[in-house]
Structures are given as structure tokens and as C-alpha cells.
């Protein structure tokens, strides 16, 4: 990775993590034992994109198994047979609704921990102290972490998640500040981020979200690891995100959340519109709309 020029580097170090959310939300987390549907319910119902995932009877420990995400779920299905079968028949009509959510049914029944490692992440959890300074969170999140928890072990009850958005948001709110305006008014070639020819991973407008989400996740970059948790000398990760261009290359719009779409293809026209796929977009997932957000377009209008 690049690391930030000195004066972010400064500002970096200065910041409390704890400082760095002004009203942390309520860590809310699923037993190891819980399905994978419990799961799903949960992150629909309060529209987010993770739980930690803890071993049973250790409510008041926090016993951390690992962390799961929406994307952790989407990829376990996606790269099934039976799922995939059933996305096939469905698209070609030889399936009804009704019965693509019976037969994927039994693929939601095992129990969240089965797919704990399935994508290197998820088996890994970083509880980073409150008083840490923010260029730790941000050193993990520039070697592909998504989301680290903050607290104490002698505070359970008061740990709560801290994601790459949360230090975007933080990033943003101070982009004036002396030591950060420098960094920020650079361009990503003059950060080093956009130096030589690389080859471009992308989707086009015409992919159904499957094939684009079984892109985004089978797509891995290999980073040597400074986690001394891991015990790896290496980390494996998926991509964040894939722009979608089309047959010129071109960005390419698309609506802000794949998951609100609850009638297919009626969307909601107060969606925001980015020119990138990312497990964001995995907000408000559900079992009951997993065959509209697997098969719709990139495009629908």
C-alpha cells in the first residue's frame, strides 16, 4: 500500500478512534448456532451489513467467532450448485417464486458458523481500544479490512463496530483541516493509486447482479499481512467494488441499493445513482428478495 503523505500521517495519529464516531449504534450481534436465515432476517430487519457472530452461552463474554456479512451469505449461495440451478430455472421461467424460495429454503437452515472462513475476513475480528489511534483502524482497513470493533475486554456491553465508511465520513467531515487539505486536494496519480497500466476488472450494464456479485467475490488480491493475528504471512481478499462500463468503457449508472428492490423492476426513484457495484449495495437483503436482487439487471430502469 501507499502510505498517506506526512502531514495525514500527523493528523492520523492524533485522532482518538473513540473520537472518531460521535454516537457509535448499539453492537448488535447473532449465536454461532443461529441459521443462516436468522442471520439474513437480522441484517434486513435492521439494515445493516454485518454481525459478529458469537459462541453460545457467551452472551456476556463476547466469545468472537468471527464476523459475517451480507456478502459472506451471498457468496455461500452463489457458489452453490442447488442455488444457481434454481437462479437458472427461475430466469427461464421453469420455476416460480414460490418454489425457488422452498428450494433455497434448506440452504438457509445450516447454522452461521459453517461459513465462518469462507471468505478470509470473516474469520478474523480486531477489537481495537477506544484510545487507539486512528492510524491503526486505518492501517488495517489499507490492507483490505472492512470493519474492526472498538472496546475493551473488561466492556463487552460496550463494543461497537467501526467500518471504512465510519473513517470516510470522519475523513470528510475534516477535509479542511490543515493536515489533511494537503492530502485530499492530490490526485490518485499524484497519491501513487493510479500509477502504470493495470488491468481493469469491471462488470457491463447488462449482468444480471448474480454474475456481477459472483465477479466482485471470486475476484481476489493477495496483500503480505501485518496482522500478527492471523498467523499468515499473506491475506487473501475480495474486491470492494467494480465500476460498471460499458462496451466503450464507459461508467455506467446504476441505482444505489440492489436490496430495495421489492417489485421488480420498479424502483424507487429517490435512489441515488453511483457507477459501481460494492457490498453496500447489500443493505436491507432479505430472504424474500434474494431472487430479485440475485436476477435484475445492472440497467433496469
Same mark, same amino acid.
Given at each position: 500500500?501507499?502510505?498517506?503523505?506526512?502531514?495525514?500521517?500527523?493528523?492520523?495519529?492524533?485522532?482518538?478512534?473513540?473520537?472518531?464516531?460521535?454516537?457509535?449504534?448499539?453492537?448488535?450481534?447473532?449465536?454461532?448456532?443461529?441459521?443462516?436465515?436468522?442471520?439474513?432476517?437480522?441484517?434486513?430487519?435492521?439494515?445493516?451489513?454485518?454481525?459478529?457472530?458469537?459462541?453460545?452461552?457467551?452472551?456476556?463474554?463476547?466469545?468472537?467467532?468471527?464476523?459475517?456479512?451480507?456478502?459472506?451469505? %451471498?457468496? =455461500?449461495? +452463489?457458489?452453490?450448485?442447488?442455488?444457481?440451478?434454481? #437462479? $437458472? *430455472? /427461475?430466469?427461464?421461467?421453469?420455476?416460480?417464486?414460490?418454489?425457488?424460495?422452498?428450494?433455497?429454503?434448506?440452504?438457509?437452515?445450516?447454522?452461521?458458523?459453517?461459513?465462518?472462513?469462507?471468505?478470509?475476513?470473516?474469520?478474523?475480528?480486531?477489537?481495537?481500544?477506544?484510545?487507539?489511534?486512528?492510524?491503526?483502524?486505518?492501517?488495517?482497513?489499507?490492507?483490505?479490512?472492512?470493519?474492526?470493533?472498538?472496546?475493551?475486554?473488561?466492556?463487552?456491553?460496550?463494543?461497537?463496530?467501526?467500518?471504512?465508511?465510519?473513517?470516510?465520513?470522519?475523513?470528510?467531515?475534516? %477535509?479542511? =483541516?490543515? +493536515?489533511?487539505?494537503?492530502?485530499?486536494?492530490?490526485? #490518485? $496519480? *499524484? /497519491?501513487?493509486?493510479?500509477?502504470?497500466?493495470?488491468?481493469?476488472?469491471?462488470?457491463?450494464?447488462?449482468?444480471?447482479?448474480?454474475?456481477?456479485?459472483?465477479?466482485?467475490?471470486?475476484?481476489?488480491?493477495?496483500?503480505?499481512?501485518?496482522?500478527?493475528?492471523?498467523?499468515?504471512?499473506?491475506?487473501?481478499?475480495?474486491?470492494?467494488?467494480?465500476?460498471?462500463?460499458?462496451?466503450?468503457?464507459?461508467?455506467?449508472?446504476?441505482?444505489?441499493?440492489?436490496?430495495?428492490?421489492?417489485?421488480?423492476?420498479?424502483?424507487?426513484?429517490?435512489?441515488?445513482?453511483?457507477?459501481?457495484?460494492?457490498?453496500?449495495?447489500?443493505?436491507?437483503?432479505?430472504?424474500?428478495?434474494?431472487?430479485?436482487?440475485?436476477?435484475?439487471?445492472?440497467?433496469?430502469?
Amino acid at each position: 500500500e501507499v502510505p498517506p503523505p506526512a502531514e495525514m500521517s500527523s493528523f492520523l495519529d492524533a485522532v482518538r478512534v473513540g473520537d472518531a464516531v460521535t454516537a457509535p449504534s448499539e453492537l448488535r450481534t447473532i449465536g454461532a448456532q443461529e441459521t443462516i436465515e436468522a442471520t439474513l432476517r437480522k441484517l434486513g430487519k435492521h439494515k445493516i451489513l454485518s454481525l459478529p457472530v458469537v459462541a453460545k452461552g457467551a452472551a456476556s463474554a463476547h466469545k468472537y467467532l468471527g464476523i459475517i456479512s451480507a456478502a459472506d451469505i %451471498l457468496l =455461500h449461495l +452463489l457458489f452453490n450448485e442447488q442455488f444457481v440451478s434454481a #437462479l $437458472e *430455472e /427461475l430466469e427461464t421461467e421453469e420455476l416460480s417464486i414460490k418454489d425457488f424460495n422452498h428450494d433455497v429454503e434448506s440452504l438457509l437452515q445450516a447454522p452461521v458458523k459453517s461459513i465462518i472462513g469462507q471468505r478470509s475476513e470473516s474469520k478474523l475480528v480486531f477489537l481495537i481500544r477506544p484510545e487507539a489511534p486512528l492510524s491503526k483502524v486505518v492501517g488495517h482497513f489499507a490492507q483490505g479490512v472492512h470493519r474492526v470493533l472498538i472496546g475493551t475486554n473488561d466492556k463487552p456491553k460496550q463494543h461497537w463496530l467501526f467500518t471504512q465508511s465510519d473513517a470516510v465520513r470522519y475523513l470528510r467531515r475534516h %477535509l479542511t =483541516h490543515e +493536515l489533511v487539505a494537503p492530502t485530499a486536494r492530490l490526485t #490518485l $496519480e *499524484e /497519491l501513487g493509486l493510479a500509477a502504470g497500466p493495470k488491468n481493469m476488472v469491471s462488470v457491463s450494464p447488462k449482468d444480471s447482479a448474480a454474475a456481477a456479485f459472483q465477479k466482485l467475490m471470486s475476484t481476489r488480491w493477495t496483500r503480505k499481512s501485518n496482522f500478527d493475528s492471523t498467523g499468515d504471512e499473506k491475506c487473501v481478499w475480495d474486491l470492494s467494488a467494480l465500476p460498471i462500463l460499458d462496451s466503450k468503457s464507459h461508467v455506467v449508472n446504476m441505482r444505489r441499493s440492489l436490496a430495495r428492490h421489492t417489485k421488480r423492476p420498479h424502483i424507487s426513484k429517490y435512489m441515488r445513482q453511483i457507477g459501481t457495484i460494492s457490498q453496500s449495495d447489500l443493505r436491507g437483503i432479505k430472504t424474500e428478495n434474494l431472487h430479485e436482487v440475485t436476477t435484475i439487471e445492472l440497467d433496469t430502469p
